[in-house]
């Protein structure tokens, strides 16, 4: 890996390997935003998010294990991880983990399937920096199956989005037998300031997907369309949102405090 790109990260720990994007359903065109550099205050309301199907607030939940249901009441369940330090919690009002191990970690909070394909997606987190001062990665992605790094087989995808300070990426996966996703990169893009990594500052991402086209709406302010027939020919019904580190020890660590989908 290329550790002077910020882009090039490892971003599932068994999955996937790059950053995805983000999108919303709102009808303005991709070219008629102009945008600040950046755009990372924390959200006025949560009311649209809570008009999407799934959705969940983690902020004012006390600390311990992940909530096993959605605020809306679907299912929530987390995948197996191979070292307990990589268990997804409730800390300070944020989904997040704590890894110790040196080397890549990865967790993911897991729909069930939600029985129409997923439409859009979004969410809200910080980035915390540690010592080291390495990108950690924020992650969601949806599936035609529960995703499970244990299993073998990794799922088809036809939204696989990272995003870290530095920048974003969307893949597409049409799955693996087993050694890893096969992530087929659309688009991609920098950011021209930094995200903030002081673990207050709220950032957000949104997609909708509309038949082979997935809109972007990215945390710098930015709207960004994808087109291609693979979004729509793997449409799937099942999603999961992901902190990802590349470098436990010292990439920042992503804390969700608001997730959800839309079908």
Not at 3 to 18: E, G, K, Q, S
Not at 116 to 143: D, E, L, N, Y
Request: aromatic fraction near 8%.
């Amino acid at each position: 890996m290329d550790r002077t790109n910020h882009l090039r990260v490892a971003a599932i720990a068994i999955f996937t390997t790059v950053a995805l994007a983000s999108a919303s359903c709102a009808s303005e065109s991709s070219d008629s935003i102009l945008v600040p550099e950046e755009r990372t205050s924390a959200p006025s309301t949560s009311a649209e998010a809570e008009n999407f199907a799934v959705y969940s607030d983690f902020t004012s939940l006390p600390d311990g294990t992940a909530p096993s249901t959605f605020a809306t009441g679907q299912a929530a369940s987390v995948a197996p991880v191979p070292d307990p330090s990589m268990n997804l919690r409730i800390a300070n009002g944020k989904l997040t983990f704590a890894p110790s191990i040196d080397g890549p970690a990865a967790a993911y909070f897991r729909t069930g399937d939600l029985g129409k394909p997923v439409t859009s997606m979004g969410m809200r987190w910080t980035f915390t920096a540690q010592p080291g001062g390495t990108p950690g990665v924020a992650a969601m992605a949806i599936t035609d199956r529960l995703a499970d790094p244990l299993g073998g087989a990794s799922p088809l995808m036809p939204l696989h989005f990272i995003v870290t300070r530095d920048g974003w990426n969307y893949s597409v996966s049409p799955g693996t037998s087993g050694g890893g996703a096969e992530l087929i990169t659309l688009a991609a893009g920098t950011f021209n300031s930094p995200l903030a990594e002081d673990g207050n500052t709220i950032h957000e991402v949104r997609i909708c997907i509309q038949g082979n086209t997935a809109t972007i709406d990215l945390p710098d302010g930015n709207r960004q369309d994808v087109q291609d027939p693979r979004i729509e020919a793997w449409a799937s019904r099942h999603a999961f949102f992901e902190p990802y580190t590349d470098r436990a020890l010292t990439d920042s660590i992503t804390g969700f405090t608001e997730v959800w989908v839309g079908l």
